[in-house]
């Protein structure tokens, strides 16, 4: 039986709440990640948005704080520099806990069936919940970005977190996937709810091609960096050389070399680099690798086709059964897992398509023929449709399963180095 709108929030709001758990007081103002907000601004916010949209824009409601309505506004986009450092003092944890405090229980109340103002289920309120859910559950990841990158000595990890397992990879494979069509976007009425960007869904014709049955390794792609693979003009676009030359980049961002040895910043530890997990890079860095391979990244229909064969109406590369049965999601591990370790095969016999880290494609992120912004939230999409921003697919160990689903579209910078985002080589 689906969830209710308020056992939903209560859901991701315990998540939301334990995710903060893990920082402690003294990071409240850290800045980990240079071109985003301090960890502040994350707590107060979900609410601010959830105010703005629903109680502002929806209901038309006075506000809890009009000053903090427009301090926690919006984020900063990789490229906004002109945003960074923009607020010189933010307000005491205890203001930024009243603020959204107050929300959360306006928003609480709200999602009750017996509330005055609760929108029915036919009503277009709901979508609107199911968007401010959505907006939470994907800012649960990205507060996970700005907390992997804090010292490990400015976290509280969890009791009795697994072991990572640290068991050998299989050996490298490719599957041809035969000519056929993809099933892009939703359908209208497909889902209870959509981003604008998924719709409207269409198909595409896609030729055959062969495709890595795994994620590329850490172990792979070290194999690149110890053959000179960032020092190798030929293997680098113009733009991407640029972006390796002037950073002095030389190996993935979660990467760690000490005396000879590598390692890898897990999100609350440190380990010997393994192996057999998916290396987390760049667009830049899993195109120059694709190239080095005489290979390339695969396009979001190639993406589809290769996880969905011609069962493309089922819910999951694997099947219908609950994401949680198949695949490292949904915050069911804290770490990676070695790569086809999951059971998350697709029909064509490709390993982790959805699960263990989000997937470069080449597709840049653009709109649909037929796309109409959401005149609630008009610059979600629309504001990345630049060719800057490439599209990603799948999900990580840290995406909700309402986000796993198929017509889901991802999208970040394509130098932006701290997301969970991994990929795979086609030919």
């Known amino acids: 039986m689906p969830e209710r709108p308020a056992e939903t929030f209560q859901r991701v709001r315990a998540r939301t709440h334990r995710l903060f758990s893990l920082i402690r007081p003294e990071a409240y103002y850290a800045r980990p990640i240079p071109l985003r907000h301090p960890i502040v601004f994350y707590a107060g916010h979900l609410d601010a948005f959830n105010w703005q949209l629903l109680f502002d824009g929806a209901l038309g409601q006075a506000s809890v704080q009009p000053t903090f309505d427009r301090l926690f506004a919006r984020g900063i986009d990789p490229a906004d520099r002109t945003a960074v450092g923009a607020v010189p003092d933010w307000p005491s944890r205890a203001q930024v806990q009243r603020y959204a405090g107050a929300i959360e229980r306006r928003f609480r109340q709200y999602l009750q069936p017996d509330s005055g103002d609760s929108p029915g289920s036919d009503q277009p309120g709901e979508t609107l919940i199911h968007l401010l859910l959505e907006h939470e559950l994907m800012h649960q990841e990205t507060l996970l970005y700005l907390i992997h990158q804090l010292p490990h000595d400015l976290k509280c990890p969890p009791d009795h977190l697994p072991a990572p397992d640290l068991s050998p990879a299989p050996p490298p ?255």
């Open 173 to 427: 494979s490719t599957v041809t996937v035969p000519a056929g069509s993809a099933r892009l976007g939703a359908a209208a009425g497909e889902y209870p709810f959509v981003w604008d960007n998924e719709l409207p869904g269409h198909d595409e014709a896609v030729p055959a091609f062969a495709m890595d049955v795994h994620n590329v390794t850490n172990g792979e792609f070290l194999a690149f960096v110890e053959t000179g693979g960032y020092r190798r003009r030929e293997f680098w676009t113009e733009a991407t050389w640029h972006w390796r030359q002037t950073g002095n980049v030389s190996h993935p961002t979660f990467w760690h070399q000490q005396h000879g040895e590598w390692s890898l910043r897990d999100l609350l530890t440190d380990l010997p680099l393994p192996m057999s997990w998916p290396v987390y890079v760049t667009y830049a860095e899993a195109d120059a690798y694709a190239r080095a391979a005489g290979k390339r990244l695969p396009s979001e229909a190639e993406w589809h086709r290769a996880a969905y064969g011609d069962t493309q109406t089922r819910r999951y590369p694997w099947g219908d059964a609950e994401s949680g049965r198949c695949g490292n999601t949904d915050f069911h591990r804290w770490s990676c897992t070695p790569v086809g370790s999951n059971g998350a095969v697709s029909p064509v016999g490709i390993h982790d398509l959805v699960g263990n880290g989000w997937e470069w494609t080449a597709t840049p992120f653009a709109p649909f023929a037929g796309f109409r912004a959401d005149p609630r939230y008009p610059g979600y999409s629309a504001d990345f449709f630049d060719g800057q921003h490439l599209l990603l697919k799948g999900g990580s160990c840290f995406t909700d399963r309402r986000l796993l689903r198929r017509s889901f579209r991802n999208w970040f910078y394509w130098h932006y180095p701290y997301h969970y985002a991994t990929f795979r080589t086609v030919a």
